[in-house]
C-alpha cells in the first residue's frame, strides 16, 4: 500500500457559525477560530475543514455562495482569513476549504444574468427547461422539500436545485463553467489552502434524460435519480489535472448516493481523481420507513455488516474517511451511544470502534467533548432550513403529527450539531458575550472544553491519545480490518494486521456486562487504550457498558 500523509493525518471540522464569536454578535467568525489555534494544537488534529466562509445570504448557512472569492461579512475580512491560514501554518496545521460547486446562491452575479434572457452568455451556466403540462419539467424533489424546479417568469422557463431554490444547480456540461470553477480553485491554491471538502460531489453531472423517478413519501422523487451521473469521472480527472495536481492538496467528495463500486472510482488509489470521499450508508441504517425522520435506533448487526463491507472493498483499491458526525448529522454519543449515564465512557468507545479502522479520520467539533443532541422545545428554536422546511411539508400533508415530527427533529436534525461550541461554564457556554443566533445546549454548565482540558479522565484526553496512538503506531494507519463476531448483537470486534503486527478492538456497544471470548493470540498482549482504568486482558472477559479495549499481541 502506498504511504501517502493524507492517509495519516487527523482532520478537524469547524463549522465556522457556531465555534467561537470574537465580536459579541453571537456569530462565531474567523478570528474567533485564530484565538482557539492552540487548542487545535493541544488536541493534536493535523487539518482543519472549514465550513463555507464566502460570501452568502445565507439561505443554508454559507452553502449558497453568491461570491467564491470573498468573506462573509458575518465571519470577517480577506485579512482575517489571511492570518488564520498563517495562524494555523504556522504551527503545522493544513486548512481545507469546502468547495460547493454542484451549486451557487441565486444572488451570485452569474446567475443574475442567467435568468435575464435565453441568449445570455450565462444562459447555460445553470439548468433550464421549459415546463411539461402545465407543470415542472418532471417529479425530482429538492432536498429540503418541495419540486426540485423552480418557476422564473422572465423567461416562462423553470430552473432545477437540488437543494433550496436559492441554490440553483450549475450546468457542469457546459466547459466554460468547467474553467471558472478551476480557475476560481487555483486561486485558493495559490493563496497556500492545502485542500477541498467538496460538497456533494457526486451530483454534479446530471442524466441526459430529465425523466420521472421513483417518489418517496412527500410525493417527489429523490437526488439518487442525479447521483454518480455519466460524466462525473471524467470531470473530476480534468479538475485533477488542471488544479489538485499543481499541489500536495488533500480531498475529500461528499458522495451522497456513493456505492463501494462507485468509491472505487472516486477514491482510486492510481490518484487520478480524490483521495477519499464521503459515504452514507452508515448513517442510514437508522432509518426508518420514510427515510430519515424518525427516532429508531441502529441495530448494530447492520452498522457492522456497513463499515466491513466499506472496509473490505476499498482495500488498496481506494481509502476510507471515518466519520460519525459532521454539520448535518446529530451527535453521535445521542445516536449510537448513551447520552445519559454512560456519556463520557460511551463517547470514547464509539471514537475507539470508528478511528482504529482503515481510513483518516474526521473530528467534528465538540465530538471531542462527547457533546449531546439538544432539548429543543418547539419548532421556533430550530434554524436549520431542511429541518423546519421538512417539519412544515411532513405535518402539512398528514405524514407525521407536529409532536413526532419534533421527536424526530430532536434525533435528527442537523442543528443538533450546530449549537455552539461549549468552551467554558460561563455564559453561553463562552462562545459569544452576546445573543447566540441558535440556542445554546443547556448542558455546558457540565460539558465543556475547560473542564475536560483540566481532567485527565476526559473525553478531551481520551482523543489525544487515540490521536497520539496512530502516530505511533503504522498498524492503525495501514493495517487490514477483518471483522470478528458478525452476528453480536452487542459486541463490535475486530483486528488490525500490518506484517507481524496485530491488533484486537473489541467495543460493547450495551449497557450491559456482555461476555467476550478472548483470541488465544492476544491472551499475552497489553491494552494500548481503553475506557475503563483497570481493564484486564482474561480468557474470559467481561466487557462493561460502553467499554473499549484495543489489545496489542
Ligand atoms: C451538503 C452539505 C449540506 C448542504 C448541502 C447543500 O450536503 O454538507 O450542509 O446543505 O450539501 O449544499
Ligand atoms: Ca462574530
Redesign the pocket.
Known amino acids: 500500500m502506498k504511504k501517502r500523509w493524507w492517509k495519516e493525518c487527523v482532520v478537524y471540522q469547524i463549522y465556522p457559525r457556531s465555534f467561537c464569536d470574537s465580536n459579541g454578535d453571537g456569530i462565531g467568525d474567523i478570528k474567533g477560530i485564530t484565538s482557539k489555534m492552540d487548542y487545535l494544537k493541544e488536541l493534536g488534529i493535523d487539518v482543519i475543514w472549514l465550513s463555507p466562509v464566502y460570501q452568502s445570504p445565507n439561505d443554508?448557512n454559507g452553502?449558497d455562495i453568491s461570491d467564491y472569492q470573498a468573506i462573509m461579512e458575518e465571519f470577517g475580512t480577506m485579512e482575517d482569513f489571511d492570518e488564520m491560514l498563517a495562524a494555523a501554518h504556522a504551527r503545522g496545521i493544513r486548512l481545507v476549504m469546502d468547495l460547493?460547486v454542484?451549486?451557487t446562491s441565486d444572488e451570485h452575479a452569474w446567475f443574475a444574468e442567467s435568468r435575464k434572457s435565453p441568449d445570455n452568455p450565462y444562459r447555460d451556466y445553470y439548468i433550464w427547461r421549459p415546463g411539461k403540462d402545465g407543470g415542472a419539467p418532471n417529479n425530482w424533489g429538492s432536498?429540503f422539500s418541495g419540486s426540485a424546479w423552480e418557476y422564473d417568469g422572465a423567461t416562462d422557463m423553470y430552473y432545477l436545485h437540488l437543494?433550496s431554490r436559492k441554490?440553483p444547480d450549475l450546468n457542469w456540461d457546459n466547459p466554460v463553467v468547467r474553467d471558472e470553477v478551476f480557475g476560481m480553485m487555483n486561486w485558493w491554491i495559490d493563496k497556500g489552502v492545502d485542500g477541498f471538502r467538496m460538497?456533494?460531489i457526486s451530483l454534479i453531472s446530471k442524466p441526459a434524460q430529465f425523466k420521472d423517478g421513483v417518489p418517496g413519501a412527500n410525493g417527489y422523487a429523490g437526488f439518487e435519480e442525479t447521483a454518480n451521473g455519466p460524466h462525473v469521472h471524467e470531470y473530476l480527472q480534468e479538475m485533477r489535472k488542471k488544479v489538485l495536481n499543481r499541489a500536495d492538496t488533500i480531498t475529500v467528495g461528499?458522495c451522497?448516493g456513493v456505492t463501494v463500486e462507485e468509491a472505487r472510482k472516486y477514491a482510486n488509489s492510481d490518484e487520478t481523481e480524490l483521495n477519499m470521499v464521503f459515504q452514507f450508508e452508515h448513517m442510514d441504517v437508522d432509518a426508518g420507513e420514510k427515510g430519515k425522520w424518525t427516532d429508531r435506533r441502529a441495530d448494530l448487526r447492520d452498522l457492522k455488516a456497513v463499515l466491513t463491507k466499506w472496509q473490505k472493498a476499498l482495500e488498496d483499491a481506494a481509502w476510507n474517511s471515518l466519520y460519525w458526525e459532521?454539520?448535518?448529522q446529530p451527535r453521535s454519543v445521542s445516536r449510537f451511544g448513551d447520552d445519559g449515564t454512560y456519556r463520557e465512557t460511551s463517547a470514547k468507545m464509539l471514537a475507539t470502534c470508528l478511528y482504529m479502522m482503515q481510513g483518516t479520520p474526521y473530528i467534528y467539533q465538540g465530538q471531542e467533548l462527547g457533546m449531546t443532541n439538544v432539548p429543543f422545545a418547539g419548532i421556533e428554536e430550530f434554524r436549520d432550513i431542511?429541518s423546519v422546511n421538512a417539519y412544515h411539508e411532513l405535518t402539512g400533508q398528514g405524514v407525521f403529527s407536529e409532536e413526532e415530527m419534533l421527536r424526530y427533529l430532536r434525533c435528527k436534525s442537523?442543528d443538533n450539531a450546530r449549537t455552539p461550541f461549549q468552551w467554558s461554564a460561563e455564559e453561553n457556554a463562552g462562545f459569544t458575550t452576546g445573543t447566540p443566533w441558535i440556542m445554546v445546549n443547556p448542558n455546558y454548565t457540565k460539558i465543556n472544553a475547560e473542564e475536560q482540558r483540566g481532567r485527565e479522565t476526559s473525553v478531551f484526553h481520551y482523543f489525544r491519545k487515540l490521536i497520539r496512538l496512530r502516530k505511533e503506531n503504522e498498524v492503525i494507519v495501514y493495517g487490514t480490518y477483518d471483522l470478528l463476531l458478525p452476528e453480536s448483537e452487542e459486541i463490535y470486534a475486530y483486528t488490525r494486521t500490518l506484517g507481524d503486527e496485530k491488533l484486537l478492538v473489541a467495543c460493547n456497544f450495551t449497557a450491559k456486562e456482555v461476555s467476550f471470548d478472548m483470541p488465544e493470540e492476544f491472551l499475552g498482549g497489553e491494552i494500548l487504550i481503553g475506557n475503563y482504568e483497570d481493564a484486564e486482558i482474561e480468557k474470559n472477559m467481561k466487557l462493561r457498558p460502553y467499554e473499549a479495549a484495543v489489545v496489542n499481541r
Request: net charge negative.
Open positions: 443554508d452553502y460547493v454542484n451549486h432536498c437543494f441554490q460538497d456533494v461528499e451522497s459532521n454539520h448535518d431542511e442537523r
